[in-house]
C-alpha cells in the first residue's frame, strides 16, 4: 500500500504539494466516487490546460446504521448528494 501512495492513484499524488487545486473557470470537471460498507468518498477533479486532471475537493462520510444498508451503487449515490 505505501508503495501505491508514493507511485500516485492514477497519476495523482497526494502526498506532495500541491495536495489541491484552485477551480479555473475553464475545465471539464469529473466526480470520481468510492463507497465501502465503512466509509463514502469522493474526489472533485477538474482537467487543466495540459491535459492533466488535479483534485479541487473532497469529501468523506462514516454511514449511519440506515445507509450502511444501502446498496454500493445507493452509497456512490450518497456520495454525490
Do not use: F
Request: hydrophobic letters at 35%; glycine letters at 8%.
Amino acid at each position: 500500500m505505501v508503495d501505491v501512495i508514493r507511485r500516485g492513484i492514477g497519476g495523482i499524488r497526494l502526498t506532495e504539494a500541491p495536495i489541491l487545486s484552485l477551480p479555473r473557470r475553464h475545465g471539464a470537471y469529473t466526480l470520481d466516487t468510492d463507497a465501502s460498507a465503512g466509509k463514502v468518498g469522493v474526489v472533485l477533479l477538474q482537467e487543466k490546460p495540459d491535459q492533466s486532471t488535479r483534485p479541487v475537493g473532497y469529501w468523506s462520510h462514516s454511514p449511519n446504521a440506515a445507509e450502511r444498508s444501502y446498496r454500493t451503487t445507493e452509497r456512490e449515490c450518497l456520495a454525490v448528494v
